[in-house]
């Protein structure tokens, strides 16, 4: 059955808002590496960990301070704006802003006060009790960033949306690196850094936000804050859980172990969800088209669904790969030494992290459902076997223990929400495609441990250069085996067009080198 024409206007709105979401994703990171690279190499692992543990900290009350609003405004204002009820768009653009901004002053309120508590609890001294109090204040200010941002995603303002937090967030972090270098600094003046990057996001966004159409205050608006509520809160806790699962580990390896483990097994865990790039950088324009395309047509809204999911995993094996098998070189020769211990935390978190990617996107059919209790209980059920399993297996394993444990709930949440989305819509998986894909990774990598063993035995080279020469290769060969193995179909080269003419690419190339093979 050929695409509707909805279908193929959904995929340019896809393609357009991915390609400006990943192109600052990509620049964001780049940025945000190198911030990650000065910094723990020039800090140490210990002093490192005490910075990670304050974004671990942060991130729990900005959670708590949203409430899952930023996450319904995805669904509520693509869904009024197709449906074309203002009033309700009006209503909903107000509450979002209202009862978040009150939470959130509280919460900052109460990392200040209790701050020396905290300290104590993990030993940690003075100096982090006066870095907890100096975050405090930018609580209720991130809040405000992510809800802002949410409504420019919803209204598919992908740059304005992504450009605070992916740009002008780490370039103000990346400042403060360089002026920690430049003036021998301590750990304490990089956590003045990350508050002045939230001030700078926020002000950016306070600049953008005249650029969308607001409600003006004689228009008409309908509160529906019970309905709100009820959809909002289940995610607020789902969102919450979620990120205790994310972020577990370091609490108990910061209070088990020490901040030097803590400083270790972050650059691992770091490193490993870099696999998640691609469907991070899908997610926001992917969710706001798909709940527009679902209440127009379902077959759309499955074609749509199939190929996202398919493309982003693939994209993703072939970055999977080069960490799963080159774990400890990529870890030494980025941190250094010190951080080498954390390479097989790296590489278990990788191995369940690619697993977790290829049912990363059945939350967006339960949101559609708003099926979100049972995306609650799922997550409510995790965070308990995550606890249990990183307070015994930190204990047992150290930072191996806690990467199992975490991998294990990265995988467990999205395996849970693809068995439950299937009573809803039928997806299946489409393994020849997939598997194709995999297996072209698996004979590349495998040849590309063998040529890197023997330029680091034989070859003057410094390590750096070996290893990419080794990743260049890899994905020539990469690629190359896909050709042969005939792995593109017909709606990849349809997405390829779309590509191109909506980012204006020249896309000559790979086209000809595609029609060749499938002449």
């Not at 490192?48 to 949203?66: A, D, K, Q, R």
């Not at 483990?261 to 997610?283: C, D, H, K, Q």
């Not at 790296?346 to 995306?375: C, G």
């Not at 063998?450 to 080279?461: D, E, Q, Y």
Request: charged residues 15%; hydrophobic residues 55%; contains cysteine.
């Amino acid at each position: 059955m050929a695409k509707s024409p909805r279908s193929l206007e959904a995929l340019h709105e896809i393609l357009y808002g991915t390609g400006i979401s990943f192109f600052l994703a990509v620049l964001g990171s780049i940025i945000m590496f190198v911030v990650r690279l000065i910094g723990a190499k020039y800090l140490g692992p210990s002093n490192y960990g005490l910075f990670e543990m304050i974004n671990t900290i942060l991130g729990i009350f900005v959670i708590l301070g949203t409430m899952g609003i930023d996450n319904g405004a995805l669904r509520f204002i693509p869904v009024y704006k197709t449906k074309k009820q203002w009033a309700e768009l009006n209503g909903y653009i107000r509450f979002i802003f209202f009862l978040p901004t009150i939470i959130s002053v509280v919460l900052g309120v109460l990392l200040f006060v209790f701050a020396n508590t905290i300290s104590s609890y993990y030993h940690f001294g003075s100096l982090f009790t006066l870095m907890l109090k100096l975050v405090s204040i930018t609580v209720p200010i991130k809040v405000a960033n992510r809800l802002i941002a949410s409504v420019f995603v919803s209204q598919k303002k992908m740059f304005l949306g992504r450009f605070g937090k992916e740009i002008i967030e780490p370039l103000v972090l990346l400042v403060g690196v360089f002026a920690i270098l430049l003036f021998n600094l301590n750990v304490f003046s990089l956590v003045v850094a990350l508050a002045l990057s939230t001030v700078s996001s926020f002000l950016f966004n306070l600049l953008s936000w005249n650029k969308l159409p607001r409600p003006k205050k004689k228009e008409p608006y309908k509160l529906h804050t019970s309905d709100w509520l009820k959809f909002s809160m289940p995610l607020f806790f789902m969102g919450f859980l979620t990120y205790i699962i994310r972020w577990t580990d370091n609490l108990v390896i910061g209070k088990i172990m020490d901040a030097r483990s803590l400083g270790i097994y972050s650059i691992a865990f770091t490193l490993a969800m870099l696999v998640f790039f691609i469907p991070e950088t899908f997610r926001g324009i992917v969710l706001t088209v798909l709940n527009e395309t679902y209440v127009k047509s379902k077959y759309d809204f499955e074609v749509i669904f199939r190929r996202v999911r398919d493309i982003s995993f693939a994209l993703s094996v072939s970055v999977a790969f080069i960490m799963l098998f080159f774990p400890k070189e990529i870890i030494t020769v980025l941190f250094g030494k010190d951080y080498a211990g954390g390479y097989m935390a790296f590489f278990i978190l990788v191995s369940f992290s690619l697993v977790s990617i290829y049912f990363y996107f059945n939350h967006a059919i339960l949101l559609l459902k708003k099926n979100t209790k049972f995306m609650f209980y799922n997550s409510l059920i995790v965070v308990i076997i995550n606890l249990i399993l990183n307070i015994c297996l930190v204990s047992l394993l150290g930072i191996e223990g806690a990467a199992i444990s975490s991998g294990l709930s990265l995988l467990l949440i999205p395996f849970n929400e693809f068995l439950k989305s299937r009573k809803y819509i039928k997806i299946g998986f489409d393994l020849k495609y997939n598997f194709k894909y995999i297996l072209a990774g698996i004979i590349s990598i495998g040849i590309i441990k063998l040529l890197f063993h023997f330029l680091l035995n034989n070859v003057a080279l410094h390590i750096i250069i070996k290893l990419a020469i080794s990743f260049g290769f890899y994905y020539i060969l990469f690629i190359g085996l896909l050709f042969i193995f005939r792995t593109f179909t017909k709606e990849d080269f349809k997405l390829m067009l779309l590509l191109e003419k909506k980012l204006r690419l020249n896309l000559s190339l790979p086209k000809k080198a595609i029609m060749l093979f499938y002449k």
